[in-house]
Each structure stands twice: as structure tokens, then as C-alpha cells.
């Protein structure tokens, strides 16, 4: 069965860190980018960030650009998200999607999304 999990999710103080596994079952990684999304309370899901899987080419949305980092270990068949110096309007659900490249529509597509992970900012 085709699946992502995301894990790593908490709560965390403005200025705090925390890093996000995905982590794959039922298909390799290795030929897939890899896309993270966010959905705020009341908001739409947006994109912030993906990672290719032929050179490995980063992409970021302006509102993280500088604070996160987003990798991937194929042999462990899992991408992270590294965050640094959260907002509270980093606040959210986070979710990982994969796709033929770093597209959105075609990250948006992917017929498997998990149940994301929590991650609060909040002092």
C-alpha cells in the first residue's frame, strides 16, 4: 500500500526548531520529488517547499526561504524538514506529497496524502 507518514510535529516556542520526518511505505522514493505543504486553521493548503530526486534541487516559498531545509535520505526511504526560527504563523498541519518533479499540480495529485503532523508555535 502506497502511503507517507509525517511525524514530528509539537509544540514549539517563537525562535524554536523542529525537524519532520516523511517517511514512505509501498514504493521507493528514490524517482520522486518530494513536496511539503502546510494547512493553516481556516486557510488553504499552500506549498513551501520540495526537493527533486535527480540532482537534488531545493525549492522554498518566500515565507520560510532562509528558516527551513528541506533533504532526503533515500536509503532510509524518508525526506525531512528541518525548521528553524518558527512563527507563529508557521502554525499548522504539515503534510508530504510525491510526484514526477517539483510541480504543484502534480504534488497536489499524488493519490496518497497521510494524516499530517501538528506543529503549534505559540509561547
Known amino acids: 500500500q502506497v502511503q507517507l507518514v509525517e511525524s514530528g510535529g509539537g509544540l514549539v516556542q517563537p525562535g524554536g526548531s523542529l525537524r519532520l520526518s516523511c517517511a514512505a511505505s509501498?514504493?521507493?522514493?528514490?524517482?520522486?520529488?518530494i513536496g511539503w505543504f502546510r494547512q493553516a486553521p481556516g486557510k488553504e493548503r499552500e506549498g513551501i517547499s520540495c526537493?527533486?530526486?535527480?540532482?537534488?534541487?531545493?525549492y522554498y516559498a518566500d515565507s520560510v526561504k532562509g528558516r527551513f531545509t528541506v533533504s532526503r535520505d533515500n536509503a532510509k526511504n524518508t525526506a525531512y524538514l528541518q525548521m528553524n526560527s518558527l512563527k507563529p504563523e508557521d502554525t499548522g498541519v504539515y503534510y508530504c506529497?510525491?510526484?514526477?518533479?517539483?510541480?504543484?499540480?502534480?504534488?497536489?495529485?499524488?493519490?496518497?496524502w497521510g494524516r499530517g503532523t501538528q506543529v503549534t508555535v505559540s509561547s
Open positions: 506529497a510525491a510526484a514526477f518533479g517539483c510541480d504543484d499540480s502534480k504534488l497536489r495529485s499524488f493519490p496518497a
Open positions: 509501498g514504493f521507493t522514493l528514490d524517482d520522486y520529488a
Open positions: 526537493i527533486s530526486s535527480s540532482d537534488g534541487s531545493t
